[in-house]
């Protein structure tokens, strides 16, 4: 084979390979741009993965009320077109809805507009919860989500007006079984705001129609269950709980007839350029035809503006023995046994605003006291005083002075009664013998209490003294002669011809302590019985605490009792239970007191009644219910009133 053959042989077989070199070296791949990208700012939490945006906030600068708002920023990615549209994705569905604007017009959820500003709505949806959306207009399958939580702001309450719900008339105090309209007034408050109130029932939020959101104010029906201190808030959902607003409920009427008038009122204390509530203790002073006032919370006696001893002078010869409070009205009314008249104080000032003569021209003797006047207490709700006198039992109007027509029954130097029922549970002994009475107000009926032949006791020859507790209807008398306490159930008890009876149990405090037993009086709210002895002794019991059947002994109850001893100015305590001379009251701090008057009206004597029967009981005392109050704090404080 020639040589030429042979090159050309090898110049075919190089060729394809150069080829496919030279076409190798020339090929190019197709790489596509990077997508569309979509983020949105701010990012949501890490605790909630929400960004919260309050439904309104308070401008610090302008002090006025707007509505929240969120800028949301997007950023759009590997495109020149970096506008974007907003929408609100509805939870309900999730659809999207432009701008936030639902296809019937309304915007439940708030609006977003094309920059992005997202403004909440004014009234909180069902659903809180939801997602604000950012489309890109250059790729519309690009789109970013954030998560959004609506939070009411904290609602806060600036003052409360109080309604009688029956009259309409505007009140300064609740009272305990009483139904009121709440005008409450404040920053941020809803239709759908909860108001809460301790001690009491609260109904429907009232809020005006079409009124622009938040509300200034709302109204709120309640009804009062218990005395003492009564903190209300308003609490909108989602959000923080606001200031707790003090009011006060007053007890329906007093426990039982006393010398003192426990009523709270606001009082500047001197040095002070705004009022305080203090728990104002009324307390008669015989020789100086005066009520002095002191603070039941500090045990002090109150100070005027001009750093004197409050007091309220009463007329020349006046010399009052006993109080009661009206708070439905800010009064007080005072009465002397040897008079016949009825003076009532204004309590928000301490004046006498009235003195009305009494129909009562006779008296009558008990082993203690003569007395025209013996008794009396106030019905709020009717704004009546309720007199036992020599003349009989009888109401005092006490707006106009207007008495009703007197009710023949022996008198009684100390009842109870039950404002439900208009009933008076009215104790005697005396002439015409030892009994009880139950008056019918309304009617004017007297209903002579039977004990049952079962019962295998009797009620006593010297019953001088008796409470009730309205809630339950568990009586309590007290038998200066024996020392006895007898507790009868009228709860069901209904009158039969000329008579009523009920079940009832005999129980005593103590039989080592000098002096008899039959002071009582009670508390409805915590259904203490406070106990106490012409000597040198007091004492709690816990009552029934719940309407029941049958009799209710106390047996399983919790008595404690305790022997006071030296008055801090050297003077023996005597007679905690003189008819007039005991009463209960619940402080400002909700704590439940029994008060005791000494004999003279020169020292009160003040029991925390919780702390009384939560005391350690008395090493090598008279018996097992014998308290050791010196421990620190005592629940015994005493109260001098000079």
């Known amino acids: 084979m020639s040589s030429r053959v042979r090159s050309l042989r090898a110049l075919r077989a190089f060729l394809p390979f150069t080829v496919l070199l030279l076409l190798a070296g020339c090929q190019e791949y197709y790489l596509p741009p990077p997508p569309v990208a979509v983020s949105i700012s701010p990012s949501p939490s890490l605790a909630s993965n929400f960004v919260n945006v309050p439904l309104a906030v308070l401008n610090s600068s302008t002090n006025q009320i707007e509505t929240g708002t969120q800028q949301f920023t997007a950023t759009v990615v590997n495109t020149g077109n970096t506008n974007v549209t907003w929408s609100i994705i509805d939870p309900r569905t999730g659809v999207a809805l432009p701008n936030g604007v639902a296809p019937d017009g309304t915007a439940p959820f708030g609006l977003i507009d094309s920059t992005g500003l997202y403004t909440a709505p004014t009234a909180m949806p069902a659903v809180n919860t939801f997602a604000v959306q950012a489309t890109s207009v250059a790729d519309k399958t690009q789109s970013a989500q954030v998560g ?48 809460k109130l301790s001690g009491g029932s609260v109904g429907a939020v009232q809020a005006p129609a079409n009124a622009p959101l938040p509300l200034d104010e709302i109204k709120v029906p309640v009804t009062i269950t218990a005395a003492g201190l009564t903190p209300l808030l308003v609490v909108n959902p989602t959000s923080t709980p606001g200031n707790p607003f003090a009011l006060v409920t007053e007890p329906v009427s007093p426990a039982a007839t006393s010398a003192m008038a426990v ?13 305080v509530l203090v728990d104002k203790i009324y ?34 010869g006046f010399a009052p023995t006993m109080a009661a409070a009206n708070p439905a009205s800010d009064q007080v009314i005072a009465l002397s046994t040897s008079g016949s008249q009825l003076a009532v104080v204004d ?65 009684s130097e100390n009842f109870a009664y039950d404002p439900n029922t208009q009933r008076i549970y009215a104790p005697f002994h005396g002439a015409s013998g030892s009994g009880l009475n139950v008056i019918d107000l309304s009617s004017g009926a007297v209903y002579s209490y039977q004990l049952a032949a079962a019962a295998g006791f009797s009620l006593g020859s010297d019953l001088s003294a008796a409470a009730l507790d309205p809630s339950t209807l568990f009586a309590v008398l007290g038998d200066f002669g024996s020392s006895e306490y007898v507790g009868i159930n009228f709860n069901g008890a209904q009158p039969s011809q000329n008579f009523i009876s009920a079940p009832a149990a ?57 022997q006071i001893g030296l008055s801090p100015d050297g003077i023996a305590w005597t007679n905690l239970a003189e008819p007039h001379g005991e009463t209960v009251f619940v ?30 009981h008395l090493a090598g005392g008279a018996d097992a219910n014998q308290a050791d109050i010196s421990t620190t704090p005592s629940p015994v404080v005493f109260m001098p009133l000079h």
């Open 263 to 275: 009523i709270i009122e606001p009082v500047v204390l001197p040095g002070a350029s705004a009022p």
């Open 587 to 616: 402080g400002l701090n909700g704590t439940v007191y029994g008060l005791g008057l000494r004999q003279d009206q020169g020292m009160l004597v003040r029991v925390d009644l919780a702390a009384l029967q939560a005391a350690p």
């Open 148 to 195: 959004v939580e609506l939070v009411a702001p904290t609602a806060t309450v600036s003052s409360v007006t109080i309604t009688d719900a029956a009259s309409g008339n505007t009140v300064p105090a609740m009272i305990q079984g009483g139904s009121y309209v709440l005008d409450i007034k404040g920053q941020f408050l809803y239709p759908t705001s909860v108001v």
């Open 347 to 411: 309590a928000l000032h301490d004046t006498v605003s009235q003195i009305y003569a009494l129909p009562v021209t006779q008296t009558v003797a008990f082993s203690d006291e003569t007395c025209g006047v013996c008794a009396a207490l106030v019905d709020t709700r009717r704004d009546e005083a309720i007199l036992s006198t020599a003349n009989g039992f009888f109401t005092v109007n006490l707006a106009t002075g207007a008495t009703s027509s007197p009710i023949a029954a022996p008198t």
């Open 506 to 562: 005999q129980f005593q405090i103590s039989a080592a302590c000098g002096g008899g037993w039959d002071g009582v009086a009670i508390e409805p709210g915590s259904h203490f019985g406070f106990f106490g002895n012409q000597g040198a002794c007091l004492g709690v019991a816990s009552l029934p605490s719940a309407p029941a059947s049958g009799t209710l002994g106390l047996a399983n109850q919790n008595i404690r009792w305790a």
């Open 283 to 316: 307390v008669p002073q015989a020789s100086g035809d005066a009520l002095a006032i002191m603070d039941g919370e500090t045990g002090t006696r109150l100070r005027d503006r001009n750093n004197l001893p409050a007091l309220v002078q009463l007329p020349v």
